[in-house]
């Protein structure tokens, strides 16, 4: 009787195994941008959801004592300056960003609130292979960038340097749900209390029904048991 009541055991575990499996699954995907995002003048194209390009230029500015050269995103104007610290003016190339129109997890789109509050701007250096002609004549390799000094170590006011920089995402997990449609953010309170219930937001009701059929098999298998145990009870009084 012992056996009989072991194997049924077994057999209940193994047909509850796949529902925990399958609870697993309510991580989200990986969020996939609407197009690659592109510096066209450049060639340099972004691997995730933006793309940043900073242009700076050396240029004079006053300091106590007199003038020194600093690298700047901004023209500094020089009204005032003495003839030999005049500044170029404009930029010949200004610095832009791109982003992409729609991001979208497992084909819903995310909530534009999660870039803005969890994305991150960070630093990489692009391929330039796709540098057209004329920039590269005037262009060239400078630490994770490029640089149109004829000599990295010795610019001169005028000279331009650029570096770009991409917009990435963390690991989202449990930090945002569907509703309505879309992937938001969960509150902080909310992950804490019920992480897993937080991420995805069932479509068809499978979820549930698995939930219910858990339950059913673990009644089931608590009625089982304890016929079991009276039947034996019984064979003992015999």
Sequence with gaps: MRIVALRVAALLLCLLHPVGVLAQDDTPGVPQPDRTVRDREFGVAARHYGLERRVEMLQWQRAPGGYTRTWSELAIDSTGFGDDHRNPGAFPLQSRRWTASEITIEGKPLDPAVVRQLGEWRLFRPS?????????????????????????????????????????????????????????????????????????????????????????????????????AARRRRIRNR
């Excluded at 005028?158 to 963390?170: A, K, S, Y």
């Excluded at 309505?180 to 953010?185: E, K, T, V």
């Excluded at 969960?186 to 979820?207: F, I, K, L, M, Y």
Aim: proline letters at 9%.
């Design 128 to 228: 330039f292979s796709a540098l057209p002609a004329n920039l590269a004549a005037t262009f060239q390799p400078e630490g994770d960038g490029l640089g149109s000094a004829d000599n990295p170590l010795e610019p001169h006011v005028g000279d331009l340097r650029i570096h770009w920089r991409e917009l990435v995402l963390p690991p989202l997990g449990e930090r945002i749900a569907l509703r309505d449609g879309r992937w938001q953010l969960v509150a902080e309170s909310t992950t804490a209390e019920a992480p897993r219930a937080a991420v995805a937001e069932p479509g068809d009701g499978a979820p549930n029904a698995r939930t219910h059929r858990a339950w059913w098999f673990g009644g089931a298998f608590v009625v089982l048991v304890a016929a079991l």
